[in-house]
RNA sequence: GCGGGCGUGAUGGAAUGGUAGACAUACCAGACUUAAAAUCUGUUGGGCCUUGUGCCCGUGUGGGUUCGAGUCCCACCGCCCGCACCA
């Protein structure tokens, strides 16, 4: 009798694919290929529970396909530049290089022992000179294609990380990282011009079928396509060169409403006016520095500034309407400025009401109804309503319809065009720090900007440099920003501005099919591997990820990097969901003045939450009630409830519970992978984060959970073992149906794994584990279903599965061995139990063979005594009989 | 505000329109043990009585389609997520 040793086996199955590069990508034309990618980690120094996961259902994936016949892609690489890298240097010292490498090799050691399925050969970090060069060399080429620009653009700047950050990394106001306040400055920044594809990015998204509704739904809702009119008010009394003023607006149906034009606080005829008139100075100043935070948002007040400007309506120039500056009014979407309707908008009745403007209704909810002046109508654009100040189209039409007719109208009476506005702007890529990819371009005095020659790439960052003083060291280091000019060859100096990473994850997953070759890609490779055949990750990069991806893919295609095919690289899209776990804490209240951890005086009688590690807490139940006591406060021999009664009424010392979370230090609720590993085995883990939830919901770790994937595992082990010890020639009972039971589990388990349903899959191995477990077929059977049972779970616990297979004398590694195939004949039973109905309720069970005609099925259902006493002479209206699953009599 | 998703036992969750609650946790009971742990076995949606091969109710609430609805349709309630002065 031997036991399962976890320890020992994982690291022997591990050096045996080490050994055999069972996962060393070749291409090969004789096999279908299968490109499966996880997105590639941050190397902060730990992994945490959240990779194991993901990594996990990449490696079921890649395993499955694998064992299916496919010539099968799995990397693994690091998301490598970034500043955290440089927060640490600056706060511990260091060098971000240093501090980068080291995080890499030590978090390589942690995935090691996980047994993924990666060909390891094609491992790269993008802060390698290799990588980065490369995308150098792409960006050279991407500016010689018009792809990258450079303008003076008023930029959000994080004051914290002392950076220029893109829209898309702003949140609510805030660095996306920092947290910091952004503030506003005015910069000449690099650009790639992501915008002049918005029309295409959101026409692809509708040929992503196997990607998440939602992540498609976020991605067009961030491109924001909208139809307007764009046309020009002209003014009266205006600063010279301001005779018009342009606006575009979505609703031009409602142009005879308009009682008001607004105009942004950073719009060029606002600009004009605060130059000599110190009251527009004024507001303009207040309302750019208007607060940027969700609360200020909300609760803002819409401000306004009479210019005492008036403009003419288009449709009767002797209608003048008053032009204000507002703050609510947004340079860098349409014009910068609008006409208002306070009828049916929200914002602008608000606006209108405060500043006493007529509300003029365009369309009402029937002919009957009085003008609205209570409130905005702001009715759906497909509701039908009249319009009694309609000027195009139908009296009864939809929103839309009007829409169209509007512009039509203006189209054909010389007084707009029908425009499409995209949300998306260009990407801001630039970014003043100084562990990123260097910008590869050189700054001359004759020749302007020019970019660095390819031969001189790869562009690397210096290593002398110092932290000490805040700002981009590349800025002042001494000899690197000096080079020749690489068209003229005078003294020039080179960009400083590196790349934001988001630059570095748009291509890695190309730079995976190649990772050696001289030029960012190599075709005859890329054509093979592209696409990504299943991508797998965190749904925190719906956005912005997946969609400079995509942008990316089309460029490099323009460029001649990569072929067509790639424009939308992932085939396949999944988004897992987190690793939570519940949250421990006691209370600490403070009686005289003290520090917390972060240095922050705390007052007298403060009560502060004490997190603790899950490891360091022994949880009950006490009154149907989920508490903890600590590890150190435990008396093991007694019980949790005589334990917990001697502290709960000690807030320092009774641990409350605050229901499941994601994972986070600061809250303490983490559990470390490598103590799982440690205590349990990879396969443990792996088991134990694929069960319970679907793969995309949120999963929560339990010691308990943990525990029972560990028992299962050895009962399996232990189920391998008697079977090992069994005669050879043993003879049983039930080796049909044991067979038939491993037909069924081979079935449903494919389909769980192709499907993304490894919970589930799960459930059916556990059934199928009990079935064998208890069954007392001979040994031929039995053994054929423990080695059917070790490939069935081998994409989740390949390394018991290959010690079971090797027990059992398998042939060669059981992941190379091809995936079981179900029997078909196996899967009909040959008689089935049919539940009967009357009036779909269930009265009684039959057997029946499985095969039986309809009307046998019928006659034997009638005949039933449950069915007859219910019946209780009453003929049958109707009898439906669905073969070999349900009779329903109808009475 | 706009857009999307989800509501099933004590808990995580199963159910191509066809026996609701698979599988797991937790709880309870039993076996083994001096005892505990481990292991194994069994019970567990609610209610009713006449304790049966029994009946009634039950997938957020109300309605509808269907022989049959957790699943499809409509309305409402609740929760979650994304976007948001976007003209």
Redesign the pocket.
């Given at each position: 009798m031997s036991q399962y040793t976890p320890a020992e086996i994982e690291a022997r199955w591990q050096q045996a694919w080490e050994k055999n590069e069972t996962f060393k990508a070749v291409r090969d034309a004789s096999k279908p290929k299968y490109y499966v990618l996880e997105m590639f980690p941050y190397p902060s120094g730990r992994i945490h529970m959240g990779h194991v996961r993901n990594y996990t259902m990449g490696d079921v994936i890649a395993r499955y396909k694998i064992a299916t016949g496919h010539n099968v892609l799995h990397p693994m690489g690091w998301d490598a530049f970034g500043m955290p890298a440089e927060n640490a240097a600056m706060a511990i010292g260091g060098h971000p290089k240093d501090w980068t490498y080291g995080n890499i090799a030590e978090m390589k050691k942690q995935m090691k022992p996980l047994g993924l399925s990666i060909d390891w050969s094609r491992e790269f970090a993008t802060c390698d000179p290799e990588y980065y060069g490369q995308q150098q060399a792409l960006f050279i080429d991407f500016l010689a294609e018009g792809l990258v620009y450079r303008k003076n653009a008023i930029v959000n700047w994080d004051p914290v990380d002392m950076t220029v950050l893109a829209n898309e990394q702003v949140?609510?106001g805030r660095g996306w990282r920092s947290g910091a306040l952004v503030e506003r400055r005015e910069l000449t920044q690099w650009f790639f011009k992501i915008s002049e594809y918005s029309n295409e990015l959101l026409e692809a998204l509708d040929s992503l079928d196997n990607w998440p509704?939602?992540v498609k739904?976020?991605q067009a809702?961030?491109i924001?396509k909208?139809r307007?009119l764009q046309f020009a008010f002209s003014t009266v009394e205006a600063p010279e060169g301001h005779d018009r003023i342009e606006v575009?607006?979505?609703?031009p149906d409602t142009l005879l409403g308009a009682s008001f034009v607004g105009i942004?606080p950073d719009h060029p005829l606002a600009k004009e006016l605060e130059k000599d008139n110190p009251a527009v100075a004024a507001f303009c100043t207040e309302c750019r520095k208007?607060g940027t935070t969700?609360e200020a948002?909300?609760t803002?007040?819409?401000?306004g500034f009479d210019t005492g400007i008036t403009v003419r309506h288009p449709f009767d120039t002797a209608h003048e309407l008053p032009v204000y500056i507002a703050?609510?009014?947004?340079?860098?979407?349409?014009?910068?400025a609008?006409?208002g309707c306070p009828a049916h908008?929200e914002?602008d009745f608000e606006f209108a009401t405060k500043y006493e403007l007529p509300i003029i209704s365009t369309y009402l909810p029937s002919e009957e109804s009085e003008e609205i002046l209570a409130a905005a109508y702001v009715p759906?654009k497909t509701d039908k309503v009249f319009y009694n100040r309609g000027f195009a189209g139908e009296p009864w039409q939809t929103g839309n319809e009007a829409i169209d007719a509007a512009i039509t109208f203006c189209e054909e009476n010389g007084i707009g065009q029908g425009v499409t506005k995209f949300?998306l702007r260009d990407w801001g890529l630039s970014r003043q720090r100084y562990w990123g990819c260097p910008i590869p371009v050189v700054h001359c005095d004759d020749c302007g900007v020019v970019p660095e020659k390819k031969e001189n790439l790869p562009i690397e960052l210096p290593y002398d440099v110092d932290f000490d003083t805040p700002g981009n060291p590349l800025d002042r280091h001494p000899t690197w920003r000096d080079c020749p000019c690489p068209s003229c060859g005078k003294p020039a100096t080179r960009e400083t501005d590196t790349m934001d990473t988001f630059v570095d994850s748009s291509w890695y997953f190309v730079r995976f099919t190649a990772p050696d070759a001289t030029t960012p890609t190599n075709m005859e490779d890329a054509e093979y591997w592209m696409n990504v055949d299943q991508y797998i990750g965190g749904?925190e990069h719906?956005?912005l990820h997946l969609l400079y991806s995509r942008f990316f893919a089309r460029a490099m295609e323009m460029t001649g990097h990569l072929p067509k095919s790639a424009n939308e690289p992932f085939d396949a899209l999944f988004t897992q969901g987190m690793v939570t776990h519940e949250i421990y804490y006691t209370r600490n209240q403070f009686r005289r003045q003290d520090t917390d951890e972060a240095g922050k005086e705390i007052s007298v009688g403060t009560t502060l939450a004490v997190w603790h590690l899950p490891e360091d807490v022994v949880v009950?139940?006490v009154d149907g009630q989920r508490v903890g006591v600590l590890k150190n406060d435990f008396n093991t021999s007694l019980s949790f409830v005589e334990n917990f009664d001697k502290v709960k009424d000690d807030p320092k010392k009774k641990v409350d519970i605050i229901p499941s979370a994601k994972m986070s230090k600061s809250k303490k609720n983490v559990v470390d992978p490598l103590g799982i590993i440690a205590n349990y085995g990879a396969d443990t883990a792996r088991w134990f984060v694929l069960?319970?939830?679907?793969p995309e919901?949120?999963?929560?770790w339990?010691a308990?959970?943990a525990?029972?994937a560990f028992?299962?595992l050895?009962?399996v082990w232990n189920i391998c073992d008697r079977i090992s010890q069994m005669d050879k020639d043993a003879k049983g009972e039930g080796d049909e149906d044991l067979l038939r039971a491993m037909h069924k589990t081979i079935h449903d388990v494919t389909m769980g794994v192709e499907s993304f349903?490894f919970?589930?899959a799960?459930?059916k191995l556990?059934?199928f584990t009990?079935t064998l477990?208890?069954s007392k077929a001979g040994h031929a059977a039995q053994r054929e279903a423990i080695m059917t049972l070790a490939q069935l779970m081998s994409p989740m616990t390949p390394h018991l599965a290959e010690d079971i297979w090797a027990h059992q004398g398998g042939e060669g590694l059981i992941v190379t061995a091809p995936w079981p195939k179900a029997d078909e004949k196996m899967l009909v039973d040959d008689t089935v139990?049919m539940?009967i109905?009357i009036?779909?309720?269930?009265?009684a069970?039959i057997n029946v063979p499985a095969d039986m005609a309809k009307e046998e099925v019928e006659k034997i259902a009638l005949a039933h005594?449950?069915v007859i006493r219910?019946l209780d002479g009453a003929t049958p209206k109707?009898v439906?009989v669905?073969p070999g699953?349900?009779v329903?009599v109808?009475a």
């Amino acid at each position: 009798m031997s036991q399962y040793t976890p320890a020992e086996i994982e690291a022997r199955w591990q050096q045996a694919w080490e050994k055999n590069e069972t996962f060393k990508a070749v291409r090969d034309a004789s096999k279908p290929k299968y490109y499966v990618l996880e997105m590639f980690p941050y190397p902060s120094g730990r992994i945490h529970m959240g990779h194991v996961r993901n990594y996990t259902m990449g490696d079921v994936i890649a395993r499955y396909k694998i064992a299916t016949g496919h010539n099968v892609l799995h990397p693994m690489g690091w998301d490598a530049f970034g500043m955290p890298a440089e927060n640490a240097a600056m706060a511990i010292g260091g060098h971000p290089k240093d501090w980068t490498y080291g995080n890499i090799a030590e978090m390589k050691k942690q995935m090691k022992p996980l047994g993924l399925s990666i060909d390891w050969s094609r491992e790269f970090a993008t802060c390698d000179p290799e990588y980065y060069g490369q995308q150098q060399a792409l960006f050279i080429d991407f500016l010689a294609e018009g792809l990258v620009y450079r303008k003076n653009a008023i930029v959000n700047w994080d004051p914290v990380d002392m950076t220029v950050l893109a829209n898309e990394q702003v949140e609510a106001g805030r660095g996306w990282r920092s947290g910091a306040l952004v503030e506003r400055r005015e910069l000449t920044q690099w650009f790639f011009k992501i915008s002049e594809y918005s029309n295409e990015l959101l026409e692809a998204l509708d040929s992503l079928d196997n990607w998440p509704a939602k992540v498609k739904l976020m991605q067009a809702n961030w491109i924001g396509k909208s139809r307007g009119l764009q046309f020009a008010f002209s003014t009266v009394e205006a600063p010279e060169g301001h005779d018009r003023i342009e606006v575009y607006t979505t609703r031009p149906d409602t142009l005879l409403g308009a009682s008001f034009v607004g105009i942004s606080p950073d719009h060029p005829l606002a600009k004009e006016l605060e130059k000599d008139n110190p009251a527009v100075a004024a507001f303009c100043t207040e309302c750019r520095k208007g607060g940027t935070t969700e609360e200020a948002i909300e609760t803002a007040e819409k401000l306004g500034f009479d210019t005492g400007i008036t403009v003419r309506h288009p449709f009767d120039t002797a209608h003048e309407l008053p032009v204000y500056i507002a703050n609510f009014i947004l340079m860098d979407y349409g014009t910068g400025a609008i006409f208002g309707c306070p009828a049916h908008d929200e914002r602008d009745f608000e606006f209108a009401t405060k500043y006493e403007l007529p509300i003029i209704s365009t369309y009402l909810p029937s002919e009957e109804s009085e003008e609205i002046l209570a409130a905005a109508y702001v009715p759906a654009k497909t509701d039908k309503v009249f319009y009694n100040r309609g000027f195009a189209g139908e009296p009864w039409q939809t929103g839309n319809e009007a829409i169209d007719a509007a512009i039509t109208f203006c189209e054909e009476n010389g007084i707009g065009q029908g425009v499409t506005k995209f949300r998306l702007r260009d990407w801001g890529l630039s970014r003043q720090r100084y562990w990123g990819c260097p910008i590869p371009v050189v700054h001359c005095d004759d020749c302007g900007v020019v970019p660095e020659k390819k031969e001189n790439l790869p562009i690397e960052l210096p290593y002398d440099v110092d932290f000490d003083t805040p700002g981009n060291p590349l800025d002042r280091h001494p000899t690197w920003r000096d080079c020749p000019c690489p068209s003229c060859g005078k003294p020039a100096t080179r960009e400083t501005d590196t790349m934001d990473t988001f630059v570095d994850s748009s291509w890695y997953f190309v730079r995976f099919t190649a990772p050696d070759a001289t030029t960012p890609t190599n075709m005859e490779d890329a054509e093979y591997w592209m696409n990504v055949d299943q991508y797998i990750g965190g749904v925190e990069h719906a956005i912005l990820h997946l969609l400079y991806s995509r942008f990316f893919a089309r460029a490099m295609e323009m460029t001649g990097h990569l072929p067509k095919s790639a424009n939308e690289p992932f085939d396949a899209l999944f988004t897992q969901g987190m690793v939570t776990h519940e949250i421990y804490y006691t209370r600490n209240q403070f009686r005289r003045q003290d520090t917390d951890e972060a240095g922050k005086e705390i007052s007298v009688g403060t009560t502060l939450a004490v997190w603790h590690l899950p490891e360091d807490v022994v949880v009950g139940e006490v009154d149907g009630q989920r508490v903890g006591v600590l590890k150190n406060d435990f008396n093991t021999s007694l019980s949790f409830v005589e334990n917990f009664d001697k502290v709960k009424d000690d807030p320092k010392k009774k641990v409350d519970i605050i229901p499941s979370a994601k994972m986070s230090k600061s809250k303490k609720n983490v559990v470390d992978p490598l103590g799982i590993i440690a205590n349990y085995g990879a396969d443990t883990a792996r088991w134990f984060v694929l069960s319970d939830s679907p793969p995309e919901r949120d999963v929560e770790w339990t010691a308990s959970g943990a525990e029972a994937a560990f028992k299962h595992l050895n009962r399996v082990w232990n189920i391998c073992d008697r079977i090992s010890q069994m005669d050879k020639d043993a003879k049983g009972e039930g080796d049909e149906d044991l067979l038939r039971a491993m037909h069924k589990t081979i079935h449903d388990v494919t389909m769980g794994v192709e499907s993304f349903g490894f919970n589930a899959a799960i459930a059916k191995l556990y059934a199928f584990t009990a079935t064998l477990q208890k069954s007392k077929a001979g040994h031929a059977a039995q053994r054929e279903a423990i080695m059917t049972l070790a490939q069935l779970m081998s994409p989740m616990t390949p390394h018991l599965a290959e010690d079971i297979w090797a027990h059992q004398g398998g042939e060669g590694l059981i992941v190379t061995a091809p995936w079981p195939k179900a029997d078909e004949k196996m899967l009909v039973d040959d008689t089935v139990t049919m539940p009967i109905q009357i009036n779909g309720k269930r009265r009684a069970e039959i057997n029946v063979p499985a095969d039986m005609a309809k009307e046998e099925v019928e006659k034997i259902a009638l005949a039933h005594e449950a069915v007859i006493r219910t019946l209780d002479g009453a003929t049958p209206k109707k009898v439906i009989v669905v073969p070999g699953r349900i009779v329903n009599v109808v009475a």
